[in-house]
Nanobody, 120 residues
Framework: VQLQASGGGVVQPGGSLTLSCAASGRIYSMSAMGWYRQAPGNQREMVANITSGGSTNYADSLKGRFTISRDNAKNMGYLQMNSLKPEDTAVYFC???????????????WGQGTQVTVSS
């Protein structure tokens, strides 16, 4: 199983970006998916997560600007980021709890991270 995050880049303050997370490999089911970020010198922090049923949870400081979504049929997750600020600059990681077989326990997988830089 692999997770591939993409969509990062350089954007001006106030701009928008959409990150994608593609899960591939032997996937029987995928439960929770989440986005995390880590800025230089900081610990990794939770941005948002979403259950397979679509229930979402956001970091309090990001509510209203970021939107997490997923496409279960495609094993894809997304993070729409609006009104970006310089303090949103970080490497963004996706994570998902995946069962490879019907009898296996969920395992947390992580993508490699995608850099988001908000700068004028």
């Amino acid at each position: 199983v692999q997770l591939q995050a993409s969509g990062g880049g350089v954007v001006q303050p106030g701009g928008s970006l959409t990150l994608s997370c593609a899960a591939s490999g032997r996937i029987y089911s995928m439960s929770a998916m989440g986005w995390y970020r880590q800025a230089p010198g900081n610990q990794r922090e939770m941005v948002a997560n979403i259950t397979s049923g679509g229930s979402t949870n956001y970091a309090d400081s990001l509510k209203g600007r970021f939107t997490i979504s997923r496409d279960n049929a495609k094993n894809m997750g997304y993070l729409q980021m609006n009104s970006l600020k310089p303090e949103d600059t970080a490497v963004y990681f996706c994570s998902a709890d995946i069962r490879s077989r019907s009898f296996s326990f969920p395992t947390a997988y992580w993508g490699q991270g995608t850099q988001v830089t908000v700068s004028s």
